[in-house]
């Protein structure tokens, strides 16, 4: 496909359409919404752009259908896909003017948020009337809504309440042709011709632009117990997390944190609440929720006892909520951490979850076969593990060659073999694509190309992405 670049002509009609002060040409700009948080990759934009309106979406789009010039949306920048990156170089979309709460309707356990509104944000507006939006990313404090929605987001708590598609319940969504269409209707139940919201939840910003979301709350849950189980066997961890839910126990949260990755973050975020003795190979972070916390306390200590079947060290249950916020503090901030340490890859693997122990011994297996190392943790609760290569004396032609990429196929070979898939939330985006069909027949992924074409007739959005 080959795109036309922006003219002068094609640059005054964009501040004509949403005003000078939004359309940005500098170069520290461009260089800014050149980059989101994959890797060291840069890709210069040839504007930026920040409209505030469905209707300036959809005339700016319409311009650039016009034009073939492509369109690149873009949330807060917190993905680990590229998925936000202008590979074709054209315009980026910022949705980050798009950031009001515009209803909580705590009458039916619903609110409408537009895409640029901070995840944490909605969390805590929503919490001060006693209700819940459980999705919470490791970047929940920057990270947008729509960009949740466009990765089909997860986090520690979607063990039990669910992914980000879970609670969307409708969408408006301004298409690469310009027109504005809800997706869905704000109803539990809606079996409604062909279920567009669901299609464009998880569909990395390709077919549409979201502008409001319409999403479902449910009570928030009123105690929480937390625990970090040490274990001196890697895969002896990722063999428990099965045992607790075959022991008939459904936590809030299970995070799994490997000791590289718990030593790297304690020593970025100056933080002693772990105590690394020197043979534990993993960490178990475990919380449960509820309303009633004798219950809490008697699925806890029923836990306890599951885990203690296995190799493990003293456990720590934590006695405040500092020492809660202190724990929970160290598992968001992994990602950060790991990237301040190392040079590294992230692929986003996830099996079932009694598959676990096989995932990370072959893991490790093809690491010592590639002669690297690599560093996992994520949410063992739904078998979904983040698994960072680390680069250490790589030579940069294998590092950024053949040798790198055939390692990670057969760890995404590995998956699929496991009954499992190449991303849990991260999404495909740029730097995923080339391994699309270690998942798909051809035909799986021509069909999947033929819905792109009839969304997106010129392929002017987010092009360069999911697919080759």
Same mark, same amino acid.
């Given at each position: 496909?080959?795109?036309?670049?922006?003219?002068?002509?094609?640059?005054?009609?964009?501040?004509?359409?949403?005003?000078?002060?939004?359309?940005?040409? $500098?170069?520290?700009?461009?260089?800014? /919404?050149?980059?989101?948080?994959? *890797?060291?990759?840069?890709?210069?934009?040839?504007?930026?752009?920040?409209?505030?309106?469905?209707?300036?979406?959809?005339?700016?789009?319409?311009?650039?259908?016009?034009?073939?010039?492509?369109? &690149?949306?873009?949330?807060?920048?917190?993905?680990?896909?590229?998925?936000?990156?202008?590979?074709?170089?054209?315009?980026?979309?910022?949705?980050?003017?798009?950031?009001?709460?515009?209803?909580?309707?705590?009458?039916?356990? +619903?609110?409408?948020?537009?895409?640029?509104?901070?995840?944490?944000?909605?969390?805590?507006?929503?919490?001060?009337? =006693?209700?819940?939006?459980?999705?919470?990313?490791?970047?929940?404090?920057?990270?947008?809504?729509?960009?949740?929605?466009?990765?089909?987001?997860?986090?520690?708590?979607?063990?039990?309440?669910?992914?980000?598609?879970?609670?969307?319940?409708?969408?408006?969504?301004?298409?690469?042709?310009?027109?504005?269409?809800?997706?869905?209707?704000?109803?539990?139940?809606?079996?409604?011709? /062909?279920?567009? &919201?669901?299609?464009?939840?998880?569909?990395?910003?390709?077919?549409?632009?979201?502008?409001?979301?319409?999403?479902?709350?449910?009570?928030?849950?009123?105690?929480?117990?937390?625990?970090?189980?040490?274990?001196?066997?890697?895969?002896?961890?990722?063999?428990?997390?099965?045992?607790?839910?075959?022991?008939? /126990?459904?936590?809030?949260?299970?995070?799994?944190?490997?000791?590289?990755?718990?030593?790297?973050?304690?020593?970025?975020?100056? =933080?002693?609440?772990?105590?690394?003795? $020197?043979?534990?190979?993993?960490?178990?972070?475990?919380?449960?929720?509820?309303?009633?916390?004798?219950?809490?306390?008697?699925?806890?200590?029923?836990?306890?006892?599951?885990?203690?079947?296995?190799?493990?060290?003293?456990?720590?249950?934590?006695?405040?909520?500092?020492?809660?916020?202190?724990?929970?503090?160290?598992? !968001?901030?992994?990602?950060?951490?790991?990237?301040?340490?190392?040079?590294?890859?992230?692929?986003? &693997?996830?099996? +079932? !979850?009694?598959?676990?122990?096989?995932?990370?011994?072959?893991?490790?297996?093809?690491?010592?076969?590639?002669?690297?190392? =690599?560093?996992?943790?994520?949410?063992?609760?739904?078998?979904?593990?983040?698994? !960072?290569?680390?680069? $250490?004396?790589?030579? $940069?032609?294998?590092?950024?060659? *053949?040798?790198?990429?055939?390692?990670?196929?057969?760890?995404?070979?590995?998956?699929?073999?496991?009954?499992?898939?190449?991303?849990?939330?991260?999404?495909?985006?740029?730097? +995923?694509?080339?391994?699309?069909?270690?998942?798909?027949?051809?035909?799986?992924?021509?069909? +999947?190309?033929?819905?792109?074409?009839?969304?997106?007739?010129?392929?002017?959005?987010?092009?360069?992405?999911?697919?080759?």
């Amino acid at each position: 496909m080959t795109y036309n670049k922006i003219t002068p002509e094609i640059l005054n009609l964009l501040k004509q359409l949403i005003g000078a002060d939004f359309v940005f040409t $500098d170069k520290e700009k461009l260089e800014h /919404y050149g980059k989101d948080e994959t *890797e060291d990759l840069l890709f210069i934009p040839e504007v930026v752009v920040k409209p505030n309106t469905p209707q300036q979406i959809s005339d700016i789009l319409k311009l650039a259908n016009k034009h073939l010039i492509p369109v &690149t949306p873009r949330a807060a920048g917190t993905g680990l896909s590229g998925g936000a990156l202008p590979v074709m170089g054209g315009i980026i979309l910022s949705v980050e003017r798009f950031n009001k709460i515009l209803e909580i309707d705590e009458r039916n356990l +619903q609110a409408t948020v537009e895409p640029g509104v901070i995840n944490e944000v909605f969390q805590n507006a929503v919490a001060q009337k =006693s209700l819940f939006y459980p999705p919470d990313p490791a970047s929940k404090g920057s990270c947008f809504m729509g960009g949740n929605v466009a990765e089909n987001s997860g986090g520690p708590k979607c063990v039990k309440y669910g992914v980000t598609k879970d609670y969307i319940l409708n969408l408006e969504v301004v298409l690469p042709t310009g027109e504005i269409i809800y997706t869905g209707a704000n109803t539990l139940k809606n079996s409604t011709g /062909y279920h567009l &919201t669901q299609l464009m939840i998880g569909s990395e910003g390709t077919l549409g632009i979201v502008t409001k979301i319409i999403v479902k709350l449910i009570p928030l849950p009123k105690h929480n117990l937390l625990m970090l189980v040490p274990f001196k066997n890697t895969e002896e961890a990722c063999m428990a997390v099965s045992e607790i839910f075959r022991a008939g /126990y459904t936590p809030s949260a299970l995070e799994f944190m490997e000791r590289d990755a718990l030593d790297w973050v304690s020593k970025h975020v100056q =933080s002693s609440v772990v105590k690394l003795e $020197d043979d534990i190979q993993a960490h178990l972070l475990i919380e449960v929720d509820g309303n009633n916390p004798d219950v809490l306390m008697q699925d806890m200590e029923a836990i306890s006892e599951v885990v203690a079947k296995f190799n493990i060290a003293e456990i720590l249950f934590a006695e405040s909520q500092a020492q809660k916020d202190e724990l929970w503090k160290l598992r !968001r901030k992994i990602n950060e951490a790991v990237k301040a340490t190392a040079i590294s890859k992230e692929q986003d &693997t996830v099996v +079932q !979850r009694a598959e676990l122990p096989q995932l990370i011994k072959g893991i490790k297996e093809i690491g010592k076969r590639y002669n690297f190392r =690599s560093v996992c943790y994520g949410h063992a609760g739904d078998g979904n593990l983040h698994t !960072r290569i680390i680069k $250490d004396n790589i030579p $940069d032609e294998e590092w950024n060659g *053949e040798h790198i990429k055939k390692a990670i196929s057969e760890i995404f070979a590995l998956c699929k073999k496991l009954g499992g898939t190449i991303s849990g939330e991260h999404g495909i985006g740029l730097v +995923q694509k080339e391994y699309m069909h270690i998942m798909f027949s051809e035909k799986e992924i021509e069909l +999947q190309k033929q819905i792109k074409k009839v969304f997106d007739p010129n392929l002017i959005l987010n092009p360069g992405k999911i697919f080759i």
